[in-house]
């Protein structure tokens, strides 16, 4: 009996089935079911299901209480493939696979619709092409066949799988979504921001910081307006480039400390205000849209919502129901730990094998005990600093991890020349990725430590942050330095979800929020232990099927807690 199954919509809003065999072709007829839950509950021995997009079908199966243990996502392979082919830009659709594989035109992928607050509608419909069950097959096996001609063929498979899985996660996290408390948030908004006035204006206390500025400088000055509050400073005899905070906090006039508190609550009015508690909670829960794989780097993004990005005081708004518990978990120094598995330098994952923290035991090696310089150096060479102190930092790491310093140098060369570079299982950067107008955010870079992030502000970011410097080669360097290591990173999380994710089918616990390194489930009091040592063994697991086999840990500090704030 086949375990593994292919499932396509049909036009009349039912569905196509048939079963595959090892190569990825059809291995029986086709058959068509009235909908997708009624395809997937007749077939309880099918371990895999094959369809053309996750986002497409998957939503239909949750709301008809039906879950899939695992699943491949053709149009997200694709990607991946065409990644590995050096083809980044191509359309991903499986119909343009299908057109690619018989040499006629490619058709264009679908614009990407606008999030809008409370729809769980999958991303690419209603626009996208349905292929019949025995195109969507012939795609699939072409891509079981692309797979085999990878540089490593097993890791490229495993990329794959993981790609998907976290397709499932997320599907099932935006139908989750993330316990939020909207009388706790009206209230966090009063004490911040005071009254709101009728007609949609600025609250009070925004008003009142406005005109604090505008007292300071002896002019009605719009503080919301970063060119206007140059050209105030400048008439004054100041010259700023831009009104980030970590420039401006140097300045010595009476009108700093009102705007960078107007700039801090702003940014809450506009981001997390109320009409943003209007659109996106909905019956006591926050619901984003997480888009997995949705950077070069693999890391996640939500369409719509901003939900990667809430503000720690907003935080106290994310409270458990009644009874329940958030087992909020942050991986330790993540991306040292991934350069150490993936350079392979002995000393380094000696270190990263420790219980100890790792920045301390760095330093102990080569910095003389101070953590900060080792954190620095540390972080410098993953993201690229290596001018300055930057540069007398990197030499010290070499000398005690060589090959770890020279991973990321190869990694840096390979960029500058145009070259590609992979993670660990084959996801691949773009030759010219980080160069251009693409920001750090679309890349998938954050800042690192120190960075102020209000970059959109900015005349010009510090010239060594990646993704910010001018079109040359250096700036790509920069970028597929970090890719290697950030990529990788991304790569062995998802492995971490799907193995949550296995871990907690049995439970009530729910996975309702990810980022980069950070993981929140949500879950009944007394499952609270199970899920702490459920996502330690997970982490464990998912450095041995990314990495093999090495002596390199991967801890969390976990919080079980009723409120998201308090974790921090």
């Not at 769980?120 to 419909?125: D, K, T, V």
């Not at 919301?224 to 970590?246: C, N, Q």
Request: neutral net charge.
């Amino acid at each position: 009996m086949a375990d593994r199954w292919a499932l396509a919509p049909a036009e009349d809003g039912g569905v196509e089935v048939a079963p595959l065999g090892p190569d990825g072709l059809l291995a029986g007829p086709v058959r068509r079911e009235p909908d997708p839950a009624a395809a997937v509950r007749a077939r309880p021995e099918a371990a895999r299901w094959v369809w053309r997009s996750t986002a497409e079908i998957y939503p239909r199966l949750l709301a008809a209480g039906v879950r899939v243990e695992r699943c491949y996502d053709v149009e997200d392979a694709e990607t991946l493939l065409l990644g590995h082919e050096g083809r980044h830009g191509r359309p991903r659709s499986a119909a343009a696979a299908l057109a690619r594989l018989r040499g006629a035109a490619e058709p264009p992928d679908p614009p990407q619709r606008a999030a809008e607050p409370g729809s769980q509608s999958p991303l690419f419909e209603p626009q996208a092409v349905r292929l019949p069950l025995t195109d969507l097959a012939e795609v699939h096996a072409d891509q079981q066949r692309r797979h085999e001609r990878t540089a490593h063929p097993g890791r490229m498979r495993l990329l794959t799988a993981a790609e998907s899985a976290g397709m499932l996660v997320a599907a099932e996290m935006n139908r989750a979504g993330l316990p939020w408390s909207a009388e706790v948030h009206r209230g966090v908004l009063r004490e911040l921001l005071g009254e709101r006035y009728a007609g949609g204006g600025e609250p009070r206390r925004l008003a009142e910081l406005a005109d604090e500025v505008s007292a300071a400088f002896g002019r009605r000055v719009r503080p919301d307006l970063p060119a206007d509050v140059i050209r105030a400073f400048a008439r004054a005899g100041v010259k700023v480039r831009s009104t980030r905070r970590w420039e401006i906090e140097t300045v010595d006039h009476p009108a700093v400390e009102p705007l960078i508190e107007y700039k801090k609550l702003y940014r809450i009015w506009v981001a997390h205000g109320w009409s943003w508690l209007q659109d996106w909670v909905r019956d006591g829960r926050f619901r984003p849209e997480f888009l997995a794989g949705g950077t070069v780097t693999g890391r996640w993004v939500t369409n719509g919502g901003g939900g990667l990005q809430i503000p720690k005081v907003i935080r106290r708004a994310v409270v458990a129901d009644p009874g329940w518990r958030l087992v909020v978990a942050d991986a330790d120094q993540m991306e040292p730990r991934v350069l150490a598995a993936i350079s392979r330098d002995p000393g380094l994952m000696e270190v990263a094998g420790r219980a100890d923290d790792l920045y301390q035991s760095v330093s102990d090696r080569a910095f003389s005990g101070d953590r900060a310089q080792a954190k620095l150096a540390v972080l410098g060479a993953i993201y690229g600093q290596t001018s300055g102190d930057g540069l007398k930092n990197l030499a010290a790491l070499r000398r005690r991890f060589p090959r770890a310093v020279a991973y990321v140098d190869d990694a840096a060369r390979a960029g500058e020349e145009g070259r590609l570079v992979r993670t660990w299982l084959g996801r691949t950067s773009p030759p010219a990725a980080g160069a251009g107008d693409d920001s750090a955010e679309e890349a998938g870079i954050p800042a690192p430590d120190g960075v102020p992030d209000e970059r959109a502000e900015s005349a010009g970011p510090p010239e060594w942050v990646p993704g910010y410097a001018s079109t040359d080669a250096r700036a790509r360097g920069r970028f597929a330095r970090n890719f290697v290591v950030q990529g990788s990173a991304a790569d062995w999380a998802l492995l971490l979800l799907a193995a949550l994710r296995r871990s907690c089918a049995d439970l009530a616990a729910e996975l309702v929020f990810f980022q980069h390194d950070e993981v929140i489930v949500h879950c009944p009091q007394e499952e609270a232990g199970a899920v702490v040592a459920a996502i330690g063994e997970a982490a464990a697991l998912a450095g041995r099927l990314t990495f093999g086999e090495t002596p390199v840990r991967f801890p969390f500090t976990t919080a079980v807690v009723r409120c998201y704030a308090d974790a921090k």
